[in-house]
């Protein structure tokens, strides 16, 4: 009788009632994001041939980090005297580095991925604009390469895509 007792005062002061869980949230696919972004290409007189908007997935953008840095970091160890007579030299040496990273980057990247490189391009209208859609979270960068003939311009912007919030990125950053 003593362990009925119990067990009836368990059950009737809550003892005995199911412990409520947390529930269980199916894992949610990633959020992809979104970037929506403008550069203002400057007036030849004449429209360029192309303008057209890379995006750097992040492997990429890593490979880009690197390649710049060592090009910046050789090319100032050869240049070091020049620089030391004139500190605006080393403002060239970082365009060149940057725009030979990139070259090689994007050299590498379209060799590597072939026929799917152009999902990472877009055309940009003629009032600058250009969009990506569907973009996981990460650090990427951003080209824009201004085409006219054999002359050309390359911008560069790094950002980070953390959310389905769209990123408003203005090009501004021009390494040629």
Not at 56 to 65: D, V
Not at 90 to 104: C, G, N
Not at 138 to 162: H, K, P
């Amino acid at each position: 009788m003593g362990i009925v007792a119990v067990l009836t005062l368990f059950a009737v002061f809550g003892a005995g009632t199911p412990v409520q869980e947390e529930p269980v949230i199916p894992p949610q696919e990633q959020s992809l994001g979104a970037i929506r972004g403008h550069v203002s290409v400057p007036d030849i007189g004449k429209p360029f041939d192309s303008v057209q908007a890379v995006l750097m997935p992040p492997e990429w953008a890593l490979m880009w980090r690197g390649d710049a840095q060592r090009r910046l970091d050789a090319y100032s160890q050869t240049y070091k005297r020049a620089i030391a007579q004139d500190p605006g030299i080393f403002r060239d040496i970082s365009r060149i580095s940057y725009r030979e990273a990139t070259s090689y980057v994007l050299a590498r990247m379209q060799g590597t991925l072939g026929e799917r490189f152009r999902e990472w391009v877009r055309e940009v209208t003629p009032e600058g604009r250009f969009e990506y859609t569907g973009i996981p979270p990460g650090d990427y960068n951003v080209v824009v390469l201004a085409r006219d003939g054999n002359r050309g311009m390359i911008w560069i912007e790094n950002l980070s895509v953390t959310g389905s919030v769209p990123e408003i990125l203005e090009v501004e950053n021009r390494v040629q």
